[in-house]
Structure formats: structure tokens, C-alpha cells
């Protein structure tokens, strides 16, 4: 059962950057697809971006243009770079392993997530 480890959240003024990183126990090679969601205070848990084993990118409208998602197989490792953050990103941010079908279909793994804060 993989284990999923999230790291690189904290405190940013708007408009700065962040680079959240997603740690497996194990290979992510043979992971059909691998996702990044987060969850705001008082909010649903949504999708924010997701990759393929073949790196193929799926990206929310609320972040296309900002976030650009990757995964580094040989650390087992995806990662989520964000610029120009806005307030409306504060959030927990979660990565996930799932299935891609048109669509990405998270499973039941998650990691703990890690807290992104954007400061105004």
C-alpha cells in the first residue's frame, strides 16, 4: 500500500511561489495517474491538477496558467510548482493516486496534505 508524504507548504505574500512536493514509499512508474487536490475551510476537496504515467497535464481553469504539475519517477516524486498565488489558494493541499479515464479518478490513497497560506 503506498505511502504519500506532502511537503514544501507555508506562509506567502500574493503574487509569490510555492513548490509542494509529493513523496511515494514507493515506485510511481507503474501509477496510471497521480493528482494534486486541495481543500479550503468551510469547502469541497477539488482538483487542482493531475499527471499521467506518460505525463500528460490536466489542470483546473482556477489554476491554468499559474500551477504546472510533474513527476520525477526516478525519486518517485510528484511535484506542484505554483506562481502568482492569489488569497483564494489559501487551502490544505493534498496529492492522491488515481486513475486517468478522460478524467482523473483519485483512489483511496492520500497523503496528510500540507497547508498553503496566501497572504494579501
Known amino acids: 500500500q503506498v505511502q504519500l508524504v506532502e511537503s514544501g507548504g507555508g506562509l506567502v505574500q500574493a503574487g509569490g511561489s510555492l513548490r509542494l512536493s509529493c513523496a511515494a514509499s514507493?515506485?510511481?512508474?507503474?501509477?496510471?495517474?497521480m493528482g494534486w487536490y486541495r481543500q479550503a475551510p468551510g469547502k469541497l476537496r477539488e482538483l487542482v491538477a493531475a499527471?499521467?504515467?506518460?505525463?500528460?497535464?490536466n489542470y483546473a481553469e482556477f489554476v491554468k496558467g499559474r500551477f504546472t504539475i510533474s513527476r520525477d519517477n526516478a525519486k518517485n516524486t510528484v511535484l506542484l510548482q505554483m506562481d502568482s498565488l492569489k488569497p483564494e489558494d489559501t487551502a490544505v493541499y493534498y496529492c492522491?493516486?488515481?486513475?486517468?479515464?478522460?478524467?482523473?479518478?483519485?483512489?483511496?490513497?492520500w497523503g496528510q496534505g500540507t497547508q498553503v497560506t496566501v497572504s494579501s
Open positions: 492522491s493516486v488515481g486513475l486517468w479515464g478522460g478524467r482523473y479518478y483519485p483512489s483511496n490513497y
Open positions: 499527471i499521467t504515467s506518460g505525463g500528460v497535464t
Open positions: 514507493e515506485s510511481i512508474i507503474g501509477l496510471n495517474a
